[in-house]
């Protein structure tokens, strides 16, 4: 039998292992795919979140933004199928939901539009001046 004699490395990749599972996890247990799926997309002037919300709409979901997270939120309700059939195979969740998104920067909250079209929530989150590229121009001597 072969024993590694880097310790420390195995210990290193242990950790990393660990800190990958632990990032999937949300706060209510499941994984960081969990209801909604979304996306987030930059560009130098805005973020733009979308998420699927099959089955929602736009009164039973619920956007806020505070301290750079933006929380997505709401109740999705089920398909109501007849009282003689029985579930075979049920994989859309059900009932309330949350998920958060940490921003990266500093967002023009006055300014965040959100549309809903098609089972798709669209959110555009401008940048604050302050967050923007900038161009310096460089000077001549």
């Given at each position: 039998?072969f024993?590694?004699?880097?310790l ?10 660990m ?6 996890l ?7 795919s ?5 996306n ?5 002037s805005?973020?733009?979140v ?7 709409t ?11 997270v ?11 199928a007849?009282k003689?059939?029985?579930v ?13 998104l ?8 006055g300014?965040?539009?959100?549309a809903?079209?098609?089972g ?19 000077e001549?001597?």
């Amino acid at each position: 039998m072969f024993w590694s004699t880097d310790l420390f490395g195995e210990m290193e990749q242990l950790r990393r292992q660990m800190d990958a599972l632990m990032s999937g996890l949300s706060s209510r247990g499941g994984t960081a795919s969990t209801f909604p799926l979304l996306n987030a997309y930059e560009d130098p002037s805005s973020i733009m979140v979308t998420a699927e919300l099959p089955g929602c709409t736009r009164e039973t979901v619920s956007i806020t933004f505070a301290d750079g997270v933006l929380t997505i939120s709401g109740k999705q309700e089920p398909v109501a199928a007849s009282k003689n059939m029985a579930v075979i195979r049920k994989e859309r969740s059900v009932g309330k939901f949350e998920k958060t998104l940490q921003i990266p920067m500093k967002i023009d909250a006055g300014a965040i539009k959100a549309a809903f079209t098609n089972g798709i929530l669209t959110i555009v989150l401008p940048k604050a001046e302050e967050a923007k590229p900038k161009t310096i121009a460089i000077e001549a001597k």
